[in-house]
């Protein structure tokens, strides 16, 4: 017996309807947002004003000699600078999200280790970036170093919660597989678990990079090394064409960096190494 076609009017009758709950949520964020604006006191944006359209003077003219510029206080040294801090954070945190990641995920471990180790990695990533750095400059003192161990555990915190996914994602059919075949633990590792995730755990690190690339200079402005001490400060000194120059500087090593990060990511999604 062929099934009944509904009208598109009796569908649309049949379908549930929840007009009163959607007013009670309207309500309730509207609430919030009125409550929300009793704590905002504005005053203005005529020093914002000021500040963007210096900013955007100096990028129309930003000062040229900084690029010639090889003292420590260059834009070359800096911006390298920069890199760096970026390159070991991404470095270190990638490598030592590993086996906390894989102490945090259920097919692996107990559930109970699993739970203290995503626990601890919620921590790390519940703090923004800019309070471990304020806390670790007291540790370290300014400088690159600060920045360096900043950004190491701020990228444990993302890389192993994206490790993660790939490890529970695992098929394990092809571990059950080489167990039965008599390979060790090394050899179960070496061929089933590493060609699974490689892949995976490279295209992170990569994101993370392009991510903490932009954290750096941003660490900069509180002392953590990098481009953003010498931004901050011409900033606050109105040197808006050596502003505009870092800008440019920041600008142009992000859209490079980001197309041969995109390029690598779009080969190993391929399935291409």
């Known amino acids: 017996m062929s099934e009944k076609k509904l009208t598109v009017e009796e569908m649309y009758e049949a379908q549930p309807h929840h007009l009163v709950r959607n007013i009670i949520i309207f309500a309730i964020v509207l609430i919030l947002v009125i409550w929300s604006r009793s704590g905002i006191d504005f005053n203005g944006v005529s020093q914002g004003v000021k500040i963007a359209q210096g900013t955007i003077y100096g990028l129309v003219h930003p000062d040229w000699k900084q690029f010639t510029d090889m003292t420590e206080t260059g834009i070359l040294y800096l911006m390298f600078q920069t890199i760096a801090i970026a390159i070991l954070g991404t470095l270190f945190g990638g490598i030592l999200a590993i086996p906390v990641s894989f102490l945090a995920s259920n097919n692996i471990v107990p559930r109970p280790v699993a739970v203290i180790f995503r626990v601890l990695i ?10 471990w750095a304020l806390m670790w400059i007291r540790v370290t003192g300014p400088g690159a170093f600060c920045g360096v161990v900043t950004q190491s555990i701020c990228s444990i915190g993302m890389i192993s919660k994206m490790y993660i996914t790939a490890i529970e994602d695992l098929d394990t059919g092809i571990l059950d597989a080489l167990d039965a075949a008599g390979c060790s633990t090394f050899q179960k590792i070496r061929c089933g678990v590493l060609p699974q995730l490689s892949a995976s755990f490279i295209s992170t690190v990569i994101y993370r990079f392009d991510i903490n ?10 002392g953590a090394g990098g481009i953003g001490s010498a931004l901050v400060i011409a900033i606050n000194a109105m040197r808006w064409t050596q502003v505009g120059a870092y800008l440019l500087a920041l600008i142009i090593a992000v859209i490079i960096i980001e197309y041969f990060s995109t390029k690598i990511r779009m080969r190993l999604a391929g399935g291409r190494q």
């Open 122 to 131: 919620l921590l790390i990533r519940t703090i923004p970036s800019l309070v």
């Open 213 to 222: 690339l932009k954290d750096a200079t941003i660490l900069g402005l509180i």
